[in-house]
Nanobody, 122 residues
Framework: QVQLVESGGGLVQAGGSLRLSCVAS????????MGWFRQAPGKERELAAT????????FYRGSVTGRFTISRDVAKNTVYLQMDSLKPEDTAIYYC???????????????WGQGTQVTVSS
């Protein structure tokens, strides 16, 4: 069992920045990929970005490319999501998730955090 705890959400004006953190409860060498997903009211959960633990390979959805940066600190079992140039459409609950696969599909992620709210005002 892996527990994931997110932090760093909040309210920010359009154009601002936030940094989300996700701490895993134990070393994650058996978990190949970490992902940040988001879910806006009335919409389906969607992928924002993923990163592999072993070598830090990243993947971003098109709408966040160039604005969001995912990174990891293996020693701290922590994954970060730096979000810059935020837009109102980035408003959502952001979830950290862990997968035993190299995957960008939500169905392949079996451990999830509780989520942290990000609200971007116009």
């Amino acid at each position: 069992q892996v527990q994931l705890v997110e932090s760093g959400g909040g309210l920010v004006q359009a154009g601002g920045s936030l940094r989300l953190s996700c701490v895993a409860s134990r070393p994650t060498f058996s978990r190949l990929t970490m992902g940040w997903f988001r879910q806006a009211p009335g919409k389906e959960r969607e992928l924002a970005a993923t990163i592999t633990w072993v070598d830090g390979r990243t993947f971003y959805r098109g709408s966040v490319t160039g604005r969001f940066t995912i990174s990891r600190d293996v020693a701290k079992n922590t994954v970060y999501l730096q979000m810059d140039s935020l837009k109102p459409e980035d408003t959502a609950i952001y979830y950290c998730a862990s997968s035993p696969k190299f995957s960008t599909l939500a169905v392949d992620y079996d451990y999830w955090g509780q989520g942290t709210q990000v609200t971007v005002s116009s």
